[in-house]
């Protein structure tokens, strides 16, 4: 597998500045982040046999430089329980993809481990370009795009800024547990936010990072979608 720098000049190579969800989650691996595993099916067929190895439910979601919001062209699927469903989707996916846009290049479609839903966060980075890298923490969904309850810090962070981030949040309650639901598991939370820190100080490259969202459980935490900026 290819270094973090092997896949920043891979990147610049090709004159792309949005890595693809497979690099993204490659050096988010590498900085030890929790990613969702994932391999390319370039036809049904293999879809379908991927599917089998990774093990169902799975998700399928269109790998191409020119989409960088999946969803937004019909290009994810997910809770695939059987070979049926994935063959089905397969052909779905390729179909709303050519709809939108019809010139995008297709590199294939992911076949993904599909993440038990559970609460769901935001780790970010952002270049500031007087302060440097400043990261970003939130709850997902309604209470970062609605209702904007988000914190940032200027990077580096230590453990008990990590903490104290999470803690800020108005829906840090929520993080808790609440209602019989289980608390979520902060310590691995604080571990991303702290590898996610230790990445932007290393690659000042990066002008944007977005892990949105994070699943996180009582025990762990898995990132299912990842996407990074460069300069
Ligand atoms: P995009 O943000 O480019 O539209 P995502 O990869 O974030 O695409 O997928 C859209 C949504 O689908 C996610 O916000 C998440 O709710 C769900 N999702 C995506 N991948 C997975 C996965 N591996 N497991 C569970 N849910 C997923
Ligand atoms: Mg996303």
């Known amino acids: 597998m290819k270094s ?78 059987d070979e049926k469903e994935v063959r089905n989707a397969y052909q779905q996916i390729m179909k709303n993809v050519k709809n939108h846009n019809a010139k995008a290049k297709i590199l294939g479609i992911l076949v993904q481990e599909m993440a038990p839903s559970s609460t769901e ?53 929520l993080l808790k547990g609440y209602r019989g639901s289980p608390p979520a598991d902060i310590d691995a939370i604080v571990k991303i936010i702290l590898a996610t820190s230790k990445l932007v100080m290393e690659h000042q490259e990066v002008k944007e990072l977005d892990l949105n969202p994070i699943m996180v459980y009582e025990k762990g935490a898995k990132t299912v979608d990842a996407r990074i900026i460069l300069e």
Not at 31 to 55: H, M
């Open 4 to 81: 973090v720098s092997g896949i920043f000049s891979q990147a610049v190579k090709e004159g792309r500045k949005n890595l693809l969800e497979t690099e993204a989650k490659a050096v988010c691996r590498d900085y030890g982040i929790p990613v969702t595993k994932s391999e390319l099916a370039t036809n049904e067929q293999e879809a379908a046999r991927l599917a089998e190895k990774i093990g169902f439910p799975v998700v399928l979601k269109i790998l191409s430089p020119d989409i960088i919001h999946k969803s937004d062209v019909g290009g994810v699927m997910i809770n695939l329980k």
């Open 121 to 173: 966060v935001i780790v970010g980075a952002i270049k500031d370009p007087q302060f440097g890298p400043a990261l970003m923490f939130g709850l997902g969904g309604v209470f970062v795009e609605v209702l904007k309850d988000v914190t940032f810090r200027i990077a580096p962070v230590a453990a008990d800024e990590a903490r104290e981030m999470i803690g800020e949040v108005k829906a840090y309650p």
